[in-house]
Structures are given as structure tokens and as C-alpha cells.
């Protein structure tokens, strides 16, 4: 995971939102949809024989267009996968991403 903070610090420069992520997100300081917004993704990476319509309705009611909701999924999907091909392959971090953890 600390590849995935690095990336986030690069992209919002907000030090203080990637170390209330790493604890966890739930009680991170973010937008009402943003956090609907992760607790499908989560779902969808942990639990994804428990989607139902009423998730996606979740993301609709939060603003979400349906381009965006194919967005959330597609990109929670991807990383679930190359995740789980890493894991699965015992993948080691370069150690560029240990420096920057």
C-alpha cells in the first residue's frame, strides 16, 4: 500500500488526507460522495458476490453520472486484479516504493 500513498500525496500534495487514508478512510475528512464512492469500491474488492442495484443506486444518489460509476468500477476492478496477480506471484515492492513510504 505505501505505492498507493506516494501516488495519492503526488496527486493532492495533502499529506495530512494520505495519513488519515492509511488509518482508514471511514474516518477521513472527505466529501460525502467521495466517501460513498470508497465504501463501493471496498465492497466490490472485498465482497463482490454482494453487489446489489441498491449500491449503484447509492453512487446515483450521490451524484454520480453513469460514466462515473462505470469509472469507479473499472478502476476498483483493475487494482483488485493486478493486486491479487501481484500477490499471487509474490510480487516484491521495487525499492523506490519503500523509500517513499
Avoid: C
Avoid at 442495484?53 to 453513469?66: A, V, W
Amino acid at each position: 500500500m505505501k505505492h498507493h500513498g506516494a501516488g495519492l500525496h503526488k496527486l493532492t500534495g495533502n499529506e495530512d488526507l494520505v495519513a488519515q487514508m492509511t488509518r482508514n478512510y471511514k474516518t477521513a475528512e472527505l466529501s460525502v460522495p467521495d466517501r460513498a464512492m470508497l465504501d463501493y469500491a471496498v465492497k466490490l474488492t472485498e465482497a463482490p458476490w454482494t453487489m446489489e442495484q441498491g449500491d449503484i443506486e447509492e453512487l446515483r444518489k450521490h451524484g454520480f453520472s453513469e460514466a462515473a460509476i462505470l469509472d469507479i468500477n473499472q478502476v476498483a476492478s483493475y487494482y483488485a486484479f493486478v493486486n491479487r496477480l501481484a500477490d499471487g506471484l509474490g510480487v516484491e515492492l521495487e525499492p523506490y516504493w519503500e523509500q517513499a513510504g
